[in-house]
C-alpha cells in the first residue's frame, strides 16, 4: 500500500474482493479487528463530508455527554450533498443544524426502519435519543468490548441499527443526537455497485440473519440449534464463549432490560407497533 506506508501505521487497512461481501454488519465486524487500543472510536459511513473543525466539535460534545452519562455515544444521520458537489463546498448555516433519528415503519420482511429528521434549529446540547445509527457513531472505544459487532447478521442492513440501539441500550449506553451538523453524506446510490446485487447469496443468507435478529428482540423464537456458533474473536483478543465475560457477547445487556428499552423508545417488536413520540 502507499500513502506513505499508511502514515507509519497510524492508518490500517482490510482489503478483500467485493463478491466476498456480506453486508455491513459483517464489513464492521472485521475492521473493528483493526483497533489498537486507540480511546476514542469513530465509525463512520463511506462517501462523507465534515464540517471544518469536525474532530474538535466531536470531543467536545461527546465531553459534555460524559458529564451526564457513564457511557455516551453521539451518532445521528449526516445530511445529503450531491453527486459532483466540489471538494472546497461549505454547507450553508441552514443545512448545519442536526438530524433526529426516528422510527420509520416495519417493512414486508417486518424489519423496523428508522429515518431521520432535520431539525430547523440547533440544540443547545447533545439530545439523548433511544436510536442509533451505523453511519455515524462517535465513543469511547470501550463500547468494542462491550457492544462488538455481530458476525452473523449477514446481509442485514435494514435492521442493522434497530439491533444494536437495543444492544447498545441494555449493555447501558446512551445515544445522544449531536446538538449541530457535524457530516454530510452522498445518499445517491445509483452510480455504484452495491452488495443488495448479490441477490442468490443474499436470498440464502438474510433469513437466517433475521431470524436471530427476532429471537433477539423478542419478536421470534429462538434459531435452531444447527444454527448456534461459538469462537469468533473479538477485538482486543478476547473470544465469543471463551474468556468474554458475557455467554453471547453479540446479545442484549443485562445493565438494562429489553422491555426498558421498548418504553423508551415507545415501540414493541413483538406487537411490530410504533407509538407516536418513536416517529
Known amino acids: 500500500y502507499s500513502l506513505a506506508s499508511m502514515a507509519g501505521g497510524h492508518i490500517r487497512l482490510l482489503k478483500f474482493r467485493a463478491e466476498d461481501a456480506r453486508g455491513p454488519c459483517w464489513a464492521r465486524y472485521l475492521a473493528q479487528h483493526l483497533w489498537c487500543d486507540e480511546a476514542l472510536y469513530l465509525q463512520v459511513d463511506s462517501h462523507m463530508r465534515c464540517v471544518p473543525h469536525w474532530d474538535v466539535q466531536m470531543r467536545e460534545q461527546l465531553a459534555w455527554c460524559s458529564q ?68 455515524f457513531s462517535f465513543s469511547s472505544s470501550q463500547v468494542l468490548r462491550e457492544v462488538p459487532y455481530d458476525p452473523q447478521c449477514l446481509m442485514l442492513l435494514f435492521g442493522e441499527e434497530p439491533l444494536m440501539a437495543a444492544r447498545l441500550f441494555t449493555h447501558g449506553w446512551d445515544v ?22 448479490m441477490k442468490q447469496l443474499y436470498d440464502e443468507l438474510l433469513p437466517r440473519t433475521l431470524r436471530r435478529k427476532f429471537w433477539l428482540l423478542g419478536a421470534g423464537p429462538p434459531p435452531p440449534a444447527s444454527e448456534h456458533q461459538e469462537g469468533w474473536p473479538l477485538p482486543g483478543g478476547a473470544t465469543a464463549g471463551g474468556d468474554h465475560a458475557s455467554e453471547d457477547p453479540f446479545g442484549l445487556g443485562t445493565a438494562r432490560t429489553l422491555q426498558e428499552y421498548e418504553q423508551f423508545a415507545d415501540l414493541s417488536y413483538r406487537d411490530r407497533k410504533i407509538g407516536d413520540s418513536a416517529l
Open 68 to 135: 451526564h452519562s457513564e457511557k455516551p455515544i453521539l451518532s445521528t444521520y449526516g445530511r445529503g450533498y450531491s453527486l459532483g458537489t466540489p471538494p472546497d463546498w461549505d454547507p450553508p448555516e441552514e443545512a448545519r443544524t442536526p438530524g433526529l433519528i426516528c422510527a420509520g415503519f416495519f417493512d414486508k420482511n417486518q424489519v423496523l426502519n428508522i429515518q431521520s429528521r432535520p431539525l430547523k434549529n440547533t440544540l443547545a446540547n447533545p439530545r439523548r435519543n433511544p436510536f442509533w445509527s451505523g453511519h
Open 176 to 197: 445522544y443526537t449531536p446538538s449541530r451538523g457535524l457530516l454530510f453524506h452522498l445518499w445517491e446510490r445509483d452510480y455504484r455497485r452495491t452488495f443488495f446485487e
